[in-house]
C-alpha cells in the first residue's frame, strides 16, 4: 500500500475511533471501553479489490479457523469511498465493521442499536443506497432505450427479448452497449 493510501485510511481510522469514544449511555456510560478501542486500533483496515460492486466494507476472520474476534479480523473498504462525495459516509461504513470486529456477527437487534449511535444515520442510509446505484452504474455494459419517449434503463447483462416494451408509455425497447473509453495507462 503506497504512503498516500495509508494515510487516508489511518486518518479515517482515527476520526472513527474517536467518534466512538464519545458515545454514552444516558448515565454517561461508555458504549465502547478504551480496552474495545484500542483493541480496534490494532486490525488492519484494506480496500477491497477493485472490481467488487457490491460491497461498501466487509470484515472477515484471519483465521478461518477460529471464531471472529478483535484480535482475528480484517476489515476491507471500497475504494469509491474515498471520493470526496462519500467521505462522511465512509466513516459510517468502518464504524459499521467494527461494530462486527467488537463480536457482533449478526445484523441483529443489539447490533442495530448500536450501529444507531451513529448520529447521522438516517442521512447515512441515503448515502449508501447512492452508493450501491453508483457502484452498479459502473458495472452497467447494455442500456435498454426507449424507442418513443427516450427513457433509459441499464443493465449490466445482454439478455434482453427483441419484445420487450416500455411499461410507461408503450414504446419499443432497443438494447445498445454502452462505450466506455478505455482508461488511460500509466
Ligand atoms: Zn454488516
Ligand atoms: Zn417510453
Known amino acids: 500500500m503506497d504512503n498516500n493510501n495509508y494515510q487516508i485510511l489511518s486518518q479515517l481510522i482515527e476520526s472513527v475511533i474517536s467518534k466512538m469514544r464519545t458515545f454514552v449511555d444516558k448515565d454517561n456510560e461508555r458504549f465502547f471501553s478504551d480496552s474495545e478501542l484500542s483493541q480496534l486500533s490494532e486490525i488492519e483496515v484494506s480496500f477491497l479489490s477493485r472490481n467488487s460492486i457490491s460491497r461498501h466494507g466487509l470484515t472477515t476472520?484471519?483465521?478461518?479457523?477460529?471464531?471472529?474476534?478483535?484480535?482475528?479480523?480484517?476489515?476491507?473498504?471500497?475504494?469509491?469511498?474515498?471520493?470526496?462525495?462519500?467521505?462522511?459516509?465512509?466513516?459510517?461504513?468502518?464504524?459499521?465493521?467494527?461494530?462486527?470486529?467488537?463480536?457482533?456477527?449478526?445484523?441483529?437487534?443489539?447490533?442495530?442499536?448500536?450501529?444507531?449511535?451513529?448520529?447521522?444515520?438516517?442521512?447515512?442510509?441515503?448515502?449508501?443506497r447512492q452508493l450501491t446505484r453508483d457502484l452498479q452504474e459502473v458495472k452497467a455494459r447494455w442500456a435498454w432505450t426507449c424507442s418513443?419517449?427516450?427513457?433509459?434503463?441499464?443493465?449490466?447483462?445482454?439478455?434482453?427479448?427483441?419484445?420487450?416494451?416500455?411499461?410507461?408509455?408503450?414504446?419499443?425497447?432497443?438494447n445498445v452497449p454502452i462505450i466506455r473509453p478505455t482508461s488511460l495507462e500509466h
Open 61 to 128: 476472520n484471519l483465521d478461518k479457523s477460529k471464531k471472529l474476534t478483535s484480535s482475528n479480523c480484517a476489515v476491507r473498504l471500497n475504494r469509491k469511498l474515498f471520493e470526496e462525495k462519500y467521505l462522511e459516509y465512509a466513516k459510517f461504513v468502518l464504524f459499521h465493521e467494527y461494530i462486527h470486529c467488537l463480536g457482533n456477527f449478526s445484523h441483529d437487534k443489539n447490533f442495530r442499536q448500536l450501529e444507531n449511535l451513529w448520529p447521522e444515520k438516517k442521512q447515512m442510509n441515503i448515502i449508501g
Open 148 to 174: 418513443k419517449c427516450g427513457f433509459i434503463v441499464k443493465r449490466s447483462s445482454r439478455k434482453f427479448r427483441s419484445n420487450y416494451y416500455h411499461k410507461e408509455c408503450l414504446g419499443k425497447l432497443n
